[in-house]
């Protein structure tokens, strides 16, 4: 068994897996090369959290290449959440408790 921190604890890890999971959907899809990552994508992928660890960074960083219509451009827009909806129920406000008298 071996057991790693979570990606969140390792950010220095980040920025090369993500480069990795880049670089290998940019062969399936047939592109000559990988142009790379804005750097407010980077600032992003560092901010994040990952509470998918690298499932999750596989994954995102996986859509982003995809819907990049830009190849030679570097990637800048990434999708963190894919379930994200404008429409998603928000949870209530938090009732204020009566005061105590």
């Known amino acids: ?9 390792r950010r ?21 090369y ?11 992928l560092l901010a994040h959290d990952w509470p998918g660890n690298i499932r999750e960074l596989k994954n995102a960083i996986e859509r982003a290449v995809y819907r990049n219509n830009e190849p030679d451009e570097p990637v800048s827009q990434i999708q963190l959440d894919p379930f994200a909806s404008p429409w998603r129920p ?8 009566p005061a105590l008298q």
Do not use: C, N, Q
């Open 12 to 32: 220095e890890d980040i920025l090369p897996l993500a480069e990795h999971y880049a670089t290998r959907m940019t062969r399936l899809l047939k592109r000559s």
């Open 34 to 44: 990988f142009a790379g990552f804005s750097r407010e994508t980077e600032a992003l």
């Open 90 to 97: 928000r949870p209530a406000p938090a009732m204020a408790s």
């Open 1 to 9: 068994v071996i057991t790693l921190p979570p990606l969140r604890a």
